[in-house]
């Protein structure tokens, strides 16, 4: 498995932006499947976004489309979600995880999973 952790979250005012980074470390990072969620208080771990293996291929959650955006380097073995137009309903601890299989809409197909990163959103 693959070790994950984020960083990046913090406090925002609603309208604005935050970079999620998310390490992974190891040498086959490039062959991971990756994706952000969110588990807001009271509520079951959500899908956010996903980027494929050869990022060629995006997912994002209705919620998130058009404000969202995963991106990933290879290269230094990070996946990024940048957020913008920020609303208090995005207020959530923001996980990454990652897998090798197919399924990246639902938190049941990874199999790795970072420590989490808070972002709180103030309206």
């Known amino acids: 498995q693959v070790q994950l952790v984020e960083s990046g979250g913090g406090l925002v005012q609603a309208g604005g932006s935050l970079r999620l980074s998310c390490a992974a470390s190891g040498r086959t990072f490039s062959s991971y499947s990756m994706g952000w969620f969110r588990q807001a208080p009271g509520k079951e771990r959500a899908f956010v976004a996903a980027i494929w293996r050869t990022s060629l291929s995006t997912n994002y959650a209705d919620s998130v489309k058009g404000r969202f955006f995963i991106s990933r380097d290879n290269a230094q073995n990070t996946v990024y979600l940048q957020m913008n137009s920020l609303k208090p309903e995005d207020t959530a601890v923001y996980y990454c995880?990652?897998?090798?299989?197919?399924?990246?809409?639902?938190?049941?197909?990874?199999?790795?999973w970072g420590q989490g990163t808070q972002v709180t959103v103030s309206s």
């Open positions: 995880a990652a897998t090798t299989r197919t399924v990246l809409t639902a938190a049941w197909g990874y199999d790795s």
